[in-house]
């Protein structure tokens, strides 16, 4: 795993806390489609699939938010959500405390994942400086935040 601070133009900057909060929306909206469907008459069960198949039309809907950011770093959210719910069932399992999933905070959500084999990450015109130089390669990015700023953490994929 590489890491590489980040430094982003304002612009970048300002992108990259937009991008977070509104993965953070999609992260809180789907959990919460989960809950009603539960606590429902019928006690319907949502599953990633479900979510996932509706994510077009969430971004024909919303193209200004949802819209703008790359499909498989939404679904990498959804997918974050769903192991999220799998641990929950597996602690339920084992007769552990659980721990329901939580809704996240726009300061406590703080991490987007880009898989390897997916859309990629957008960026303006030209990809932020890093302070070491990044080599250009499919891989798995996660950019994050932190009180020491904005950081990208790639790994190359195995050849």
Not at 25 to 32: E, F, P, R
Not at 41 to 51: E, F, H, L
């Amino acid at each position: 795993m590489y890491k590489f601070l980040l430094r982003p133009t304002a612009r970048q900057a300002v992108a990259l806390g937009e991008m977070l909060r509104d993965h953070c929306s999609l992260y809180n909206g789907a959990l919460q489609e989960r809950r009603d469907a539960y606590r429902h008459a019928s006690r319907t069960s949502i599953k990633y699939g479900d979510q996932s198949a509706q994510l077009k039309e969430i971004r024909a809907f919303d193209p200004e938010r949802q819209g703008r950011w790359s499909f498989s770093s939404q679904q990498a959210t959804l997918r974050r959500l769903d192991k999220a719910f799998q641990a929950f069932f597996r602690r339920v399992k084992a007769g552990q405390k659980p721990g329901y999933p939580r809704f996240k905070g726009v300061g406590h959500f703080d991490t987007v994942t880009f898989p390897e084999d997916g859309d990629g990450c957008r960026w303006d015109s030209t990809p932020p400086t890093t302070h070491r130089p990044a080599y250009a390669s499919r891989a798995s990015v996660t950019s994050a935040s932190t009180n020491t700023g904005p950081y990208a953490a790639g790994s190359r994929p195995s050849r």
